[in-house]
């Protein structure tokens, strides 16, 4: 049994806690000691939204549109819109410079922000010391990492909806509101355009766990944020030139960003789930084992950064 004045900073003390009220909680119930009160999910927010990192994220998401669409208008427009890539048909409208935005984004610069938010999180604890302090306030250790993981999650998600909702308003600006073309053939409405844009953006923020559950196990193993979003950069891209390697067939289907372009199939004039659905089933059995070792470790990790 876990020694009663061993610091919370060490396993098991958390339980003791949670069987030992606070002192005069007898006289006025407010003072007990409530576990699921510590660390408010608003109070890890605020904190995130006020660090520089995320506000510096924020205003280059809201200018990469902008520098996209003035590279276009400079360079005078695609030159062939009735090419089959979707940088042939990206100055087509709104619709067309999203999805054109989504698909030059999703490959690397979105690893690297969800790979940041979800890698840095609880290293950054660390590195500064303050991880200790956390929990002993006492925040329990499981509580800690869920709401670090909800909060990096929940900015993770906003960026990958906000960039195509963005980039769609700036591309009409520019370039105006017709329906989006598929590059595939044919011409969606309005309705099918936001609907497709939709599952797009949908299935990118699926993808996104992968990097967000192997970045937040690298975070609970190191001190060291840029270590922690390095390493599940790093981890992406090498998965991606192994998935580039054709003789691995059939082994490529197994890598983490084997999937990644699938929501190009959302833009068929028929759409097809099959890619989709395994690209998601994949994500989440990565995701599960990565937050599932990052839990077990973290519980068994002594804090004394």
């Given at each position: 049994m876990?020694?009663?004045?061993?610091?919370p900073?060490?396993?098991?003390?958390?339980?003791?806690?949670r069987a030992a009220?606070?002192?005069?909680?007898?006289?006025?119930?407010?003072?007990?000691?409530?576990?699921?009160?510590?660390?408010?999910?608003?109070?890890e927010?605020?904190?995130?939204?006020?660090?520089?990192?995320?506000?510096?994220?924020?205003?280059?998401?809201?200018?990469?549109?902008?520098l996209?669409?003035?590279?276009?208008?400079?360079?005078?427009?695609?030159?062939d819109?009735g090419g089959?890539?979707?940088?042939?048909?990206?100055?087509?409208?709104?619709?067309?410079?999203?999805?054109?935005?989504?698909?030059?984004?999703v490959?690397?610069?979105?690893?690297?922000?969800?790979?940041?938010?979800?890698?840095?999180?609880?290293?950054?604890e660390?590195?500064?010391?303050?991880?200790?302090y956390?929990?002993?306030?006492?925040?329990?250790?499981?509580?800690?990492?869920?709401?670090?993981?909800?909060?990096?999650?929940?900015?993770?998600?906003?960026?990958n909806l906000?960039l195509p909702?963005?980039?769609?308003?700036?591309?009409?600006i520019?370039?105006?509101?017709?329906p989006?073309?598929?590059?595939?053939?044919?011409?969606?409405?309005?309705?099918?355009?936001?609907?497709?844009?939709?599952?797009?953006?949908?299935?990118?923020?699926g993808?996104?766990l992968?990097?967000?559950?192997?970045?937040?196990?690298?975070?609970?193993?190191t001190?060291?944020?840029?270590?922690?979003?390095?390493?599940?950069?790093?981890?992406?891209?090498?998965?991606?030139?192994?998935?580039?390697?054709?003789?691995?067939?059939?082994?490529?289907?197994?890598?983490?960003?084997?999937f990644?372009?699938?929501w190009?199939?959302?833009?068929?004039?028929?759409?097809s789930?099959?890619?989709?659905v395994?690209g998601?089933?994949?994500a989440?059995?990565?995701?599960?084992?990565?937050?599932?070792?990052?839990?077990?470790?973290?519980?068994?990790?002594?804090?004394?950064?």
């Amino acid at each position: 049994m876990t020694d009663p004045v061993s610091p919370p900073t060490r396993r098991g003390v958390h339980a003791l806690l949670r069987a030992a009220p606070a002192a005069g909680a007898d006289d006025d119930p407010r003072l007990a000691f409530r576990l699921g009160a510590t660390l408010p999910l608003r109070v890890e927010f605020r904190r995130q939204l006020k660090r520089r990192r995320t506000q510096w994220t924020g205003i280059f998401l809201l200018i990469l549109p902008i520098l996209m669409a003035l590279a276009f208008k400079i360079g005078g427009g695609s030159g062939d819109s009735g090419g089959a890539a979707l940088v042939d048909l990206a100055t087509d409208g709104a619709g067309n410079f999203a999805l054109f935005t989504e698909f030059a984004s999703v490959g690397f610069l979105l690893v690297v922000i969800v790979a940041m938010f979800c890698g840095d999180t609880v290293a950054s604890e660390a590195g500064w010391s303050s991880l200790r302090y956390l929990l002993s306030l006492p925040v329990p250790r499981a509580r800690l990492l869920r709401q670090k993981l909800l909060v990096a999650l929940g900015f993770s998600f906003a960026v990958n909806l906000l960039l195509p909702g963005w980039a769609y308003l700036v591309g009409g600006i520019f370039f105006g509101w017709a329906p989006a073309r598929s590059p595939f053939g044919g011409t969606f409405s309005y309705l099918a355009t936001v609907e497709r844009m939709g599952i797009v953006a949908g299935y990118a923020c699926g993808q996104a766990l992968v990097v967000a559950g192997l970045a937040f196990l690298l975070s609970v193993l190191t001190d060291a944020p840029l270590a922690a979003v390095g390493g599940a950069t790093f981890l992406v891209v090498v998965s991606n030139i192994l998935d580039s390697i054709t003789a691995l067939n059939p082994y490529r289907v197994v890598l983490p960003t084997h999937f990644q372009y699938s929501w190009l199939d959302a833009l068929t004039p028929t759409i097809s789930w099959d890619d989709m659905v395994r690209g998601s089933c994949l994500a989440l059995i990565y995701t599960a084992v990565f937050l599932t070792a990052a839990w077990i470790r973290f519980a068994d990790k002594d804090i004394t950064s």
